[in-house]
């Protein structure tokens, strides 16, 4: 019933900036945690970015002073603003958020499709 909804992927040269955001749609009780992974050609499926409630945002370190999470509330939305970019952030990036639908009592893990991010030299 929950549905993430991913936007913003692109081509940009390396320098450049992009934006993604992620929606949460459906029958949503209430989400604990919203972030972005992401997984590089011949990579494995890393954590690029977090929000929990209540807590400060999560970073992974080679993306630290350059991308910066934030996160709507009231429309059930995350943010990925991806500054400074590089060849190597060039990956599908994923949308993740830990929801628990409405109805529901128990917190559960919802994945985007992706969105694929290509930085050119």
């Known amino acids: 019933q929950v549905h993430l909804v991913e936007s913003g992927g692109g081509l940009v040269q390396a320098g450049g900036s992009l934006r993604l955001s992620c929606a949460a749609s459906?029958?949503?009780?209430?989400?604990?945690?919203m972030g972005w992974y992401r997984q590089a050609p011949g990579k494995q499926r890393e954590l690029v970015a977090s929000?929990?409630?209540?807590?400060?945002?999560q970073y992974a370190d080679s993306v630290k002073g350059r991308f910066a999470i934030s996160r709507d509330n009231a429309k059930n939305t995350v943010y990925l603003q991806m500054n400074s970019l590089k060849p190597e952030d060039t990956a599908v990036y994923y949308c993740?958020?830990?929801?628990?639908?409405?109805?529901?009592?128990?917190?559960?893990?919802?994945w985007g499709q992706g969105t694929q991010v290509t930085v050119s030299s």
């Open positions: 929000e929990t409630s209540g807590e400060s945002a």
């Open positions: 459906g029958m949503i009780g209430s989400i604990n945690a």
């Open positions: 993740n958020a830990v929801v628990r639908p409405f109805g529901d009592n128990y917190y559960r893990n919802y």
